[in-house]
């Protein structure tokens, strides 16, 4: 199997992985009948993500430098709601309650999809712990943060 491929499944598991906890724990607010209707929709956010997320946060940036990021959430959540309405168009029953639950699902998906990244090391981002170098007695700082005025 093709390189590529394999890193498109394991993505998309990933991807429905994390619908499936924010459907999980989002329950009455927000539904989602079997399984096979969650891998479709875990398709349909990674295609919206590939295709449509780009321009809209392109056309976005304004609020973006503004919101210092924070709209990204507001555009996910956009994006879950286009699978809600993608869904429904092939019959299949996605159910997001209001606007805020959809907010908060986008973020459940976002951060189960970044931890189980990182995990599998599917992603290019990375967390580096540094820490301060210990120089002793000897430094004049003492070791603590220098603050020349």
């Given at each position: 199997m093709n390189s590529e491929w394999k890193k498109f499944f394991k993505t998309w598991l990933i991807n429905a992985f994390a619908v499936l906890v924010a459907v999980t724990v989002l329950r009455p607010h927000l539904e989602c009948s079997g399984v096979v209707p969650v891998f479709v929709a875990a398709l349909l956010l990674g295609l919206?993500?590939?295709?449509?997320?780009?321009?809209?946060?392109?056309?976005?940036?304004?609020?973006?430098?503004?919101t210092l990021g924070f709209f990204t959430i507001i555009i996910n959540a956009c994006l879950l709601y286009f699978v809600k309405a993608m869904m429904s168009v092939f019959g299949m029953n996605f159910v997001i309650e209001g606007f805020g639950w959809a907010m908060l699902g986008a973020i459940i998906i976002s951060v189960v999809s970044?931890?189980?990244?990182?995990?599998?090391?599917?992603?290019?981002?990375?967390?580096?712990?540094?820490?301060?170098?210990?120089?002793?007695?000897?430094?004049?700082?003492?070791?603590?943060?220098?603050?020349?005025?």
């Open positions: 919206l993500n590939a295709f449509i997320r780009p321009l809209m946060l392109f056309f976005a940036l304004p609020l973006l430098v503004f970044l931890l189980l990244n990182l995990a599998t090391g599917s992603t290019r981002a990375t967390v580096k712990v540094r820490r301060p170098h210990s120089s002793g007695a000897s430094g004049r700082d003492g070791g603590g943060p220098v603050i020349d005025v």
